[in-house]
């Protein structure tokens, strides 16, 4: 595939994608469910390439919701096992290539081996100065603010509160050190937020593909980016 020029696009700082479809996908291929999420991991390992390299400064990817848990049993312990699988391969080529890993979400439900695979692959890559890749796994956008507030109170007092604001909540938000989400994707036709970074997609560009996911590769990226370049982004102000 020839090099896609992106000099004349309006990068966004910040992109966050619905990996959706890798079920509907392999049923189409006449195969497992599970086959759709192996090839998934190399559409991911597509993202985070072209991110890197066309400028993006945040990637966050959706990998396993808190909703999730519900379904069959046999497909849960299959995605788990390729979270480790995935993590113990591509934590060193992310480090090799200046990735920065973090995890968001509760850890806490995963099984310890599952546990200490995710702190092993954020350290090793912990004081990379590249690409941010955040990757969601049991994670719920109203856990996360709910998460937010209990933080906020556990550590407030009557100064707090007289100067509670959205700017001080933020603070205690998952990625609230990173810029708000510029862009957000959803592959595989649904047309739904299906509880992601809620606080932080306030005023992110929403962009639905009918792509499923092992079939979202660099062009369809580029597609995406260059749908976001021609709209007009007012954060509420009347238009230029």
Known sequence: MPELDIKN????????IVMDGNGRW????????????????ESARTMVE??????????????F????????????????????????VEAKKLHKNSVRLKIIGDVSRFEPKLQQTIQKSEQLTEHNTGLQLNIAA???GRWDIVEAARQ????????KLDNFDEKTFSQYTLLSSQADVDLFIRTGGEKRI???LLWQIAYAELYFSDTLWPDFGEKQLYQAIEDFSARERRFGKIKS
Request: aromatic share 12%.
């Open 194 to 196: 299906s509880n992601f």
């Open 65 to 88: 919701s808190s909703e999730n848990w519900q379904r069959p049993e046999q497909e849960v312990g299959f995605l788990m096992k390729l979270f480790i699988k995935a993590l113990d």
């Open 138 to 140: 049991n994670y719920g």
């Open 152 to 159: 906020f109170i556990k550590q407030s007092d009557n100064h």
């Open 26 to 41: 392999a049923k189409k291929q006449g195969k497992a469910r599970v086959f759709g999420h192996e090839r998934g991991v």
């Open 50 to 63: 072209c991110a890197a390299k066309w400028g993006v400064k945040s990637l966050t990817l959706f990998a």
């Open 9 to 16: 696009l309006k990068i966004p700082q910040h992109i966050a």
